[in-house]
């Protein structure tokens, strides 16, 4: 039955990739303005908005570690695999932004990059997360989940920056598309539909590659600990 | 098609390709992190019977 479950959701997954791509792609209108290149924004805009969700469930982890580390620790365990698993899809989302991004600046633009707020705040974010995960790659000992979980909490904090930069600065970057006052949003109902589909088929995608390395370190954790109770039973 | 439309193909479609590569590269990352994780535990099982 769990094997069932787990092939219907990436079954529905991979039909909603396909479906956005061709809803991307075939189906929404050209941008009266930008021509083609518009159309890497149905990728762009919502594996930004969903990073910010991934990085959201890190901080939910974090914090859940820094509670229950004490009292509950299979708890405190299970919470910061999550933080890990939410930090590491939340890099690879903001990647793909850092990446998208300069592609469209460049023939929307002329230039690969500024260093206007939105773009520079997204920068810091990345970099903030980045370094959560190398410390967590070559750091040791007990205290490194501890270290990590504060820095967790700490980097969480840009993603109301970052959401907010170009409401509170004048930025080269273009206004949001959502949520950005009464001019803001999509007035095609074809564009909008594409872009709905995107931000449904990446939020499948994501939580699916979450859950994978979510189980991953859980279990990762449990061979360590298996480990640990051998080489003490050695000695 | 002209000069700037080309580019702007060309530009959409290395945007697309870009994503598409980082995601599958991760996924194809977990697998075989996945695999030797595998392995290590059978490993493990195997030395503590």
């Given at each position: 039955m769990k094997k069932f479950a787990v092939g219907l959701y990436v079954a529905v997954t991979l039909a909603l990739m396909v479906w956005g791509f061709y809803q991307a792609w075939y189906v929404a209108p050209l941008d009266a303005m930008q021509?083609?290149?518009?159309?890497?924004?149905?990728?762009?805009?919502?594996?930004a908005m969903l990073c910010f969700l991934f990085f959201a469930i890190s901080l939910v982890g974090s914090i859940?570690?820094?509670?229950?580390?004490?009292?509950?620790?299979?708890?405190?365990?299970?919470?910061?695999?999550?933080?890990?698993?939410?930090?590491?899809?939340?890099?690879?989302?903001?990647?793909?932004?850092?990446?998208?991004?300069?592609?469209?600046?460049?023939?929307?633009?002329?230039?690969?990059?500024?260093?206007?707020?939105?773009?520079?705040?997204?920068?810091?974010?990345?970099?903030?997360?980045?370094?959560y995960l190398l410390l967590r790659r070559f750091a040791a000992g007990p205290q490194m989940q501890t270290l990590a979980a504060v820095l967790g909490i700490f980097g969480a904090l840009d993603v109301p920056i970052v959401y907010m930069s170009n409401r509170w600065w004048r930025t080269q970057h273009p206004a949001p598309v959502f949520g950005g006052g009464p001019?803001?949003?999509?007035?095609?109902p074809v564009m909008l539909a594409a872009w709905e589909w995107n931000i449904l088929a990446w939020l499948a995608w994501g939580v699916l590659i979450l859950i994978l390395r979510y189980r991953l370190e859980r279990r990762h954790q449990k061979i360590a600990a298996a480990e640990a109770e051998a080489a003490l039973n050695a000695r | 098609m002209d000069q700037a439309a080309t580019l702007d193909h060309q530009f959409t479609v290395a945007a697309y390709?870009?994503?598409?590569?980082?995601?599958?590269?991760?996924?194809?990352?977990?697998?075989?992190?996945?695999?030797?994780?595998?392995r290590n535990a059978d490993r493990l099982c195997g030395k503590g019977h």
């Open positions: 021509g083609e290149i518009s159309r890497i924004f149905y990728y762009h805009v919502p594996i859940g570690f820094l509670t229950y580390r004490q009292s509950l620790p299979s708890r405190a365990q299970a919470a910061d695999a999550l933080a890990l698993a939410g930090a590491e899809v939340g890099v690879l989302y903001c990647t793909v932004v850092l990446l998208t991004g300069p592609l469209w600046g460049r023939r929307a633009w002329g230039i690969w990059w500024t260093w206007d707020a939105r773009l520079t705040t997204t920068l810091v974010l990345w970099l903030i997360y980045v370094s001019d803001s949003g999509l007035k095609d | 390709v870009v994503t598409w590569t980082l995601q599958l590269g991760y996924l194809v990352w977990l697998g075989l992190k996945w695999r030797a994780q595998k």
